[in-house]
């Protein structure tokens, strides 16, 4: 019987002494950065507010925004979407923003000249590309750029003025000699979006996006890439915190975030290159 009592005893000393070693090792575990899951409170009751170009919408909405708010499940992300251009003008004129995510650097020099960007944190970050896209149902013979000259009907394409993507598609049209053929056949969109949905739903021919944006539905096809000598301006997309953000640490969080390779590996999930 007092073998019995010893035995017990001994077991129940090992099964702590299991849970125990669990314990540490768990935490261990987490305090080097091993478990992606581990959540963080330090963000609890705050807000971040972030202007990003419209290309980048499905990315963050349908990934990487609840992503970052489960590991900071007291925070909550505000995003505006909005062509690059667009939105430079809301932040110069007041837009409460924390973060800017732009489809080009043009957009965000400008608001590092006027002294509203906090420049430490500006990072060359996302690549994409230029496409040539037709509705997925189209038996158009269009086959290149060059193609655009007969065209009869609609080229959609961002209005060059505010959208980085019709800058882009402008850059190409000019660059290929095919500007003056085409422009009269224009339909300017508020953003890349729309150009997508214009040719999505059959009201252009075709249009020019970024290859992520063809990606994001069936309902286009892309036809080619712009030419590699026809496009002299990288697609590069330019992330920065705001210099007076609401919040500095809230933001450097979430730009902290962004550079993980979980939030890297989604970006290159939905089309991008990542910028080395």
Same mark, same amino acid.
């Given at each position: 019987m007092k073998s019995n009592k010893i035995v017990i005893i001994a077991l129940i000393a090992l099964i702590v002494a299991v849970v125990s070693i669990g314990s540490v090792s768990a935490g261990l575990f987490d305090f080097l950065g091993g478990n992606s899951n581990a959540t963080d409170n330090s963000l609890d009751g705050k807000e971040i507010n972030l202007a990003a170009a419209a290309s980048l =919408?499905?990315?963050?909405d349908d990934k990487l925004i609840p992503m970052f708010q489960q590991k900071y499940p007291g925070v =909550?992300?505000?995003?505006t979407?909005?062509?690059?251009?667009?939105?430079?003008?809301?932040?110069?004129n007041g837009l409460e923003t924390d973060v800017f995510m732009s489809a080009a650097n043009k957009q965000m020099n400008a608001l590092v000249e006027k002294d509203l960007i906090d420049n430490k944190t500006n990072l060359q970050f996302l690549e994409n590309k230029v496409v040539l896209i037709v509705p997925a149902d189209s038996n158009s013979n269009i086959s290149s750029f060059d193609d655009l000259k007969n065209v009869k009907g609609n080229i959609a394409i961002g209005d060059p003025e505010s959208v980085p993507a019709g800058q882009y598609a402008k850059e190409v049209l000019n660059n290929t000699g095919i500007w003056s053929d085409v422009e009269s056949k224009l339909s300017l969109g508020t953003d890349v979006t729309a150009v997508l949905n214009q040719v999505a739903q059959g009201s252009a021919e075709c249009g020019i996006v970024y290859a992520t944006d063809a990606k994001s539905t069936g309902d286009v096809k892309v036809i080619c890439e712009?030419?590699?000598?026809?496009?002299k301006?990288?697609?590069?997309?330019?992330?920065a915190a705001i210099k007076d953000a609401k919040d500095a640490d809230a933001a450097q969080k979430f730009l902290d975030f962004l550079q993980t390779k979980e939030a890297k590996d989604i970006f290159v999930e939905y089309g991008f290159t990542i910028h080395e």
């Open positions: =919408k499905n990315v963050f =909550k992300v505000t995003p979407y909005a062509s690059s251009g667009d939105l430079q003008t809301q932040i110069e712009a030419p590699q000598d026809a496009l301006t990288p697609v590069i997309y330019p992330v």
